[in-house]
């Protein structure tokens, strides 16, 4: 389960402005289903998601993951931790375009220590409903669907 307790995150605009991406934001995750994001450009979603996984430190509040506060992990520990129980797909390009979509989750798989094997890899990509995308090369497969 991730836990969000009274999460506060600040950003310097330019001129020094403070724009205050999440104000004391608190929201709770069951350890499995599926949630949705939503809000309007700027509304913190990114933040959020990004503070959750370690990829930045909030200004105040605390993070629980699986009961542990995230103020005692280290950057072990969240390395751990993404690799372990979150993903993220970037709105940046964060895969390698020379690559098929079939080789960039087999590269995540390799760096998970997992099994990247064609049967894995395919299964993967049938959760999702992309198997028929799998020989294509990411800006390929943006432009199919």
Excluded: W
């Amino acid at each position: 389960m991730l836990e969000i307790k009274n999460l506060v995150k600040v950003y310097k605009a330019k001129g020094g402005a403070e724009v205050r991406a999440l104000d004391n934001v608190s929201v709770r995750f069951e350890e499995k289903g599926m949630v949705f994001l939503l809000g309007k450009s700027g509304s913190g979603k990114s933040t959020l998601l990004n503070l959750c996984g370690g990829l930045d430190s909030p200004d105040s509040g605390e993070i629980i993951i699986k009961g542990r506060s995230s103020k005692d992990f280290s950057q072990s520990d969240f390395d751990s931790y993404r690799n372990t129980f979150v993903g993220f797909v970037f709105q940046e390009y964060n895969i390698l375009d020379e690559f098929t979509v079939e080789d960039n989750i087999a590269l995540a798989l390799e760096l998970q220590g997992k099994n990247k094997n064609k049967a894995q890899v395919h299964s993967i990509l049938e959760q999702v409903d992309l198997a028929n995308f799998a020989k294509r090369k990411p800006v390929e497969s943006i432009r199919a669907l």
